[in-house]
Structure formats: structure tokens, C-alpha cells
DNA sequence: TTGATAGGCAAGTAGTTACTTGCCTATCCT
DNA sequence: AGGATAGGCAAGTAACTACTTGCCTATCAA
């Protein structure tokens, strides 16, 4: 999977998770939108130019696709391609797949 | 969650991924085997400290755990923590939930 | 006991990343 | 037109992280 690297960097930034808590909530939030909301309800002291970065990089990942529409551009959440991630790792036989010393 | 942000980490280098792969092909191995895997398989110059370093990681997420037994510490895999990343972001609601300008 | 194997601890370094600040463009409403 | 709103670009900084090197401990086999 080309995508996988992104995927897992935008993840990995507790910022960025708690904007997608922001979106599961509500897709479709503007950029100003999802700045009140992270400075009301979590506290978050962070620039307008942060939160746009961090967007960014979860766009990258395909976890936040947006569209423009006149002056507004809206950020919608995608969850799909969090699916790959468990479908990785899967165990592929039987519990007590256990190993002797090499 | 308090292992939330451990988690996430943990899955962020591309590393320690490889490292879960391996583990998943077969659980139970040891630091060496897994260096050697490493080194074989996917071409990764990587120090055995540095391996060992990853796993450390990989444990503190909950994603690896270990036994040992005399000189040899197995590194068994466990995919159990993989769960709340899909649980975290469902959409709650039917599709559709798209927004005006606020 | 001696040597080899398996692993751990600690400090230093180079590269990455999150964040800010300053300035610029585009759209909308009087 | 003019001001306000929504967003973008770029450079600089501070903190973090992956990795290495050097040395140390523990277990096993001869």
C-alpha cells in the first residue's frame, strides 16, 4: 500500500485524532469551525495555520477529503482507510502458535 | 484510553510495522531472529539495539509481549489493542449528514 | 572456569515534525 | 469600491525520535 506511511504519521499526532473525534462528530466543518472547536471543548491553544497543517496531513493519509464551495472549504471524514490496518495484522492460524528456542 | 497515544506511536515507523509483519508470520521470537529477519528479508541495516529499542515500543503499546526464558525473550504478538482504532471512529449516524455555511 | 550467546543500559547525534509568525489571495456583503 | 471573512504560502524554531556506539550483566556449553 502506497498510502500506508501517511496513514499511520497522521495518526500518530494526538491533535490530529482528536480533530477526527471533531468530524465523527460532525463531517463537514469548515477550518474555522474545527478551530473553535478544538480551542471551546478541548482546550487547544493552537494557530489557525497549525490546525490547516494538521488537515493537511490527514487529507494526505485519505482520512479527511474536502470540497470548496465559494469562500468555504469542507472537511468531510473518511474512515475507510482505517480498515487496512486491522486487515494487516490479522492472526493467520490458530491461538498457541508457540516457539521453541532457535 | 490512557494507551492511546502509546499505541498510536508505536504504529507510526515504518520499522516497527515490519517488525508486527514478522511477528505475525510467526510469534515467539527471539531479539536475534528478528534482527536477522529483518536484515534478510527486508534489507533493513538496522543495529540490534535499534531492534531492540523498537520492540520496547512495540510493548509499552501493548501490541508485543514478552516471556523469557533463561538466556532466550520470546516476543509474542498481540493484535488485541488494533481493536479501538476502529472502534474510536464510527460514524454514528446514516451518511448523508452534510452541513450549510455557519 | 572460560568462552560464546542473548540481551540491557546510557549517552550522543542527525533528521524529522509540530507550531508560530508574517504576509498574500479569493470570496462575499454592504 | 471597501471592508470583512475564509483560507493559503513560506520560513524559522523548538522539541522529539530513530539510530548508533560502547560497555555491562546473565545464561549456557565445553
Redesign the pocket.
Known sequence: MVVADDLF?AL??P?RRTILDELTEKSGQ????ICSRLSMKHQL??????V????A?LEAAGLVE?RR??????HDLNTAPLRQITERWLVPDAPGAQESA?
Do not use: C, M, N, W
Open positions: 504519521k500518530a499526532d491533535t469548515t477550518l474555522f469551525e491553544r493552537i494557530s489557525r495555520q497549525g490547516s497543517q494538521h488537515l496531513v474536502t464551495e465559494g469562500r468555504y472549504k469542507f532457535p
